[in-house]
């Protein structure tokens, strides 16, 4: 809908569906079935099926690299382009986030963002066959969302992360540091989303609404970082996930206009 | 205070009536009265969400009183602007200096007193346009009958105002607790009522 196209395409919106849904169900399986050893030792992940023992590692293993490569094969004969952006979105989950990094630096993150922010790339390309500014911003709007959402769990659970020797942003560089990068990222996810939204041209009226949200956005951020508490550090990422799903929600509905 | 589900419910409706109120219901207005009512709408969406979020605890924070003073002046506002273009100037510098005012008298903690005086003048004034205006218009004609539940919305704006009032000072008439649970309610039928007002009259 981003690309206010005009076709309702039924067999491609399937087809890029299936993919999705494959290719993010793989990746989040091997990625379980990769961290099961740590997410037992972790009281927020321990009773994920893996980690609690009742589904077998060699079955998790099977079932994620053969979703995953329906998610991609489905993907390339859908478009190219489209199936080598999943394929790099399940690539940097995998083997870059999970395998190489996560157990090893705090930035892994950087490369958790990067992956999730495939998915609705792919989406963008696949509408308007290339990759263009717009497919960048939706990007990096959920890029700038993704640190809201993982150093807020890292600092909830910092205990848990800590028995599990997972390096955070909070054990590498403390709650304060941690804090306003959740503060920066949640502006910049804003910024992105607006710019999105007047790149497409959505109607006036539903301009003002994501003005207003992210407006709210804002003020909560610089709020939390002026003020912070963990109550409001959490309310924040509630909001900041609020946001995410209302602005995609306006852009969905404000390209009709 | 833990929210009831039918809080949640309530303030769910009081942000998605808001956020109707922002993209579409003040859409055939000039720019001033545009501004000024997205303004109010937008600060009632962000309220609910803030209450949807933090339940009947946000009310320790700031953000209520800062909510329940943006709401009505930026609705008087938006309504003298609509009818009454060549007050604007008037009424929207008694905007920023009420708006000061009430920010200004809330920090100094001491002297509750001038709180209390610049409160009731700035709603007072405030509250009187948005039920008054309205009221007049509909009987001058230049609006349908519809547009008087925009004065309906203002009362019970005001209404919760004072239930909020009562709660503060003693003897206790009606205890906070009631009141915390009738603001979701009082919340979500003034928005109805302004959507219905702008909507139809």
């Known amino acids: 809908m981003s690309a206010r196209c005009p076709v309702f395409n039924l067999p491609t919106l399937a087809g890029f569906l299936f993919s999705l849904v494959a290719s993010i169900s793989g990746s989040t399986i091997l990625n379980m079935w990769w961290d099961c050893d740590i997410d037992a030792l972790m009281k927020r992940t321990c009773n994920r099926p893996l980690a609690s023992g009742r589904i077998p590692p060699r079955q998790a293993q099977v079932v994620g690299l053969l979703l995953s490569f329906l998610g991609v094969v489905g993907a390339l004969l859908l478009d190219p382009l489209t199936g080598f952006i999943i394929f790099l979105g399940l690539f940097f989950d995998v083997v870059v986030y999970t395998i190489l990094l996560k157990r090893r630096s705090c930035w892994s993150i950087v490369w958790g963002g990067i992956a999730g922010g495939m998915p609705i790339l792919a989406g963008r390309v696949l509408a308007v066959g290339s990759l263009d500014w717009i497919g960048v911003l939706l990007f990096l709007g959920i890029f700038f969302w993704i640190p809201t959402h993982i150093l807020t769990f890292s600092i909830r659970n910092a205990a848990d992360y800590q028995c599990a020797r997972v390096p955070t942003f909070v054990s590498a560089y403390g709650i304060e540091f941690t804090r306003l990068t959740i503060t920066i990222s949640s502006i910049l996810a804003a910024i992105a989303m607006v710019g999105v939204a007047i790149g497409i041209g959505i109607s006036w009226g539903y301009l003002r609404l994501l003005g207003v949200l992210s407006a709210g956005l804002l003020i909560y951020s610089v709020t939390e970082s002026l003020k912070p508490t963990e109550k409001g550090t959490f309310g924040l990422f509630k909001f900041a996930s609020i946001y995410m799903l209302s602005s995609m929600f306006v852009i969905f509905f404000g390209g009709f206009g | 205070m833990i929210s009831t589900k039918l809080d949640r419910i309530l303030f769910l409706g009081t942000g998605l009536l808001a956020a109707y109120q922002v993209t579409t219901g003040i859409d055939r207005l000039s720019l001033g009265p ?102 007049f218009i509909v009987i001058l004609g230049r609006m349908q009958f519809w547009y008087i539940f925009v004065a309906i919305g203002g009362s019970l704006i005001g209404l919760a105002g004072l239930l909020f009032s009562i709660s503060r000072i003693k003897p206790k008439i009606v205890p906070l607790r009631i009141n915390l649970h009738l603001f979701p309610a009082l919340l979500f039928s003034m928005t109805l009522c302004y959507v219905l007002g702008f909507h139809f009259g």
Do not use: E, N
């Not at chain 2, 309220?47 to 009947?56: A, E, H, P, R």
């Not at chain 2, 009183?65 to 943006?70: A, N």
């Open chain 2, 34 to 135: 545009v501004l000024s009512f997205t303004i109010a709408f937008g600060m009632l969406l962000l309220t609910s969400l803030y209450f949807l979020i933090f339940g009947l605890d946000g009310f320790t924070s700031p953000v209520p009183g800062i909510s329940s003073t943006v709401i009505p002046l930026a609705i008087g506002l938006g309504l003298i602007l609509q009818f009454f273009p060549k007050y604007g100037s008037l009424y929207l510098v008694f905007t920023i200096i009420g708006l000061i005012l009430v920010m200004i008298t809330r920090s100094i903690q001491h002297q509750p007193l001038f709180h209390t005086i610049s409160v009731t003048l700035v709603h007072g004034i405030a509250g009187f346009t948005i039920c008054i205006i309205p009221a």
